[in-house]
């Protein structure tokens, strides 16, 4: 078979599965050009690949972006920004997020934002229970976290603010406490210090990665919490994920045309692969169709015995090649479902070889 006919069988083969995202694929194929002619002897490199039996699993290829997690803007309060922590650098429990006339905004830990100040005779909530646990975590408050501020809060409070070495008055003004559900990286700084307060001093995000992926409408069927994805990032590393959330269809405007996407959310299910990226584009393969105890090929075995059969060159056990027609299924990973007479697992088919 002449290196060009194997080619446009090739390039059919893939034209189908990039159409079909994946799935099975109806192939027509396109007839060669000049097959009057009498065909140049094929100068393309052989090897032989044999007939596997095992699942097959077609995906649908989506872009996404690498990210840290839950980012958020920090700001407010009045004076004028002192201090600011770099860029990339982590917050802990107690670490200063920013200062204000030489005032540190404290990061604590708890689910709740702050919506009042901290401070004798404020009624009892769950946010006095939560600024109870950090102080506590701090080695500041040495009984039992409670709803109510007490005066063993105040004393705590105290003996934080000493540490601090700020004005020790045992209560809390709002805004010089933020708290988020754990530690912190600085995303962004977004005052520059010696300007005044603003609502956009810092962004901050978790310490975790995650894949957002704005999945096509057609394929929302795929987002679906608890799959397991391929991932592949940048410079060709592969790693697996997992669906966390899947949001409302959202409307964008690009290039001044209304689109409609699903909004989901992957995390990675080993952190480690992407350790040196920071923000990055990867693909992400959604599991589509699957077949389980199949025969395949690698796609660039089949060839086009006619205008509208594909087939494989199977080797026999003396050498010689014979054109085996073939009915294809499901094509996924480099790899094509075949069946058909005489198609059996272990025999060897040519494929072209750089």
């Known amino acids: 078979m002449s290196n060009r006919r194997r080619g446009v069988v090739v390039a059919v083969c893939v034209g189908a599965v990039l159409l079909a995202g994946g799935a099975a694929?109806?192939?027509?194929?396109?007839?060669?050009?000049?097959?009057?002619?009498?065909?140049p002897?094929?100068?393309i490199r052989t090897g032989t690949a044999p007939i596997t039996a095992g699942d097959l699993a077609g995906t649908t290829q989506a872009s996404g972006t690498l990210d840290y997690a839950d980012q958020r803007t920090i700001g407010g309060g009045a004076?004028?920004?002192?201090?600011?922590?770099?860029p990339g650098s982590t917050v802990s429990l107690g670490g200063t997020l920013y200062a204000l006339d030489n005032v540190p905004v404290v990061l604590l830990h708890g689910p709740l934002p702050t919506w009042r100040a901290f401070e004798s005779g404020m009624t009892d909530g769950p946010d006095v229970r939560q600024l109870e646990m950090s102080l506590a975590a701090l080695g500041y408050f040495d009984r039992e976290p409670d709803d109510e501020f007490a005066a063993s809060t105040v004393r705590a409070i105290e003996r934080w603010q000493k540490?601090?070495?700020?004005?020790?008055?045992?209560?809390?003004?709002?805004?010089?406490v933020v708290f988020m559900t754990g530690d912190v990286r600085i995303a962004s700084v977004d005052a520059a210090v010696g300007t005044t307060a603003s609502d956009k001093i810092v962004t901050v995000s978790s310490l975790v990665k995650r894949i957002d992926v704005p999945l096509k409408l057609a394929?929302?069927?795929l987002g679906v919490v608890g799959t397991k994805v391929d991932v592949n990032l940048p410079g060709g590393q592969r790693t697996t994920g997992t669906v966390t959330d899947v949001g409302v269809p959202t409307e964008s405007d690009a290039d001044g045309q209304k689109k409609v996407t699903i909004p989901v959310g992957i995390t990675l299910d080993d952190p480690a692969a992407a350790a040196d990226l920071q923000r990055a584009t990867v693909t992400v393969g959604f599991p589509?169709?699957?077949?389980e105890n199949v025969l395949s090929v690698p796609v660039e075995a089949l060839i086009a015995i006619d205008d509208t059969t594909f087939g494989v060159e199977?080797?026999?056990?003396?050498?010689?090649?014979?054109?085996?027609?073939?009915?294809t299924g499901l094509f996924a990973d480099g790899r094509v479902e075949v069946s058909g007479d005489g198609i059996r697992e272990g025999l060897d088919v040519v494929v072209p070889v750089s």
Do not use: C, F, Y
Request: overall charge negative.
């Open 25 to 39: 694929a109806a192939v027509t194929l396109a007839p060669t050009q000049g097959t009057n002619q009498e065909e």
């Open 41 to 43: 002897v094929s100068s």
């Open 79 to 86: 004076g004028i920004v002192t201090a600011v922590p770099a």
């Open 163 to 176: 540490a601090l070495g700020v004005e020790e008055t045992g209560r809390l003004e709002l805004g010089s």
């Open 219 to 221: 394929d929302q069927r």
């Open 288 to 291: 589509t169709e699957r077949r």
């Open 314 to 327: 199977v080797v026999e056990g003396n050498g010689k090649r014979r054109q085996v027609p073939v009915t």
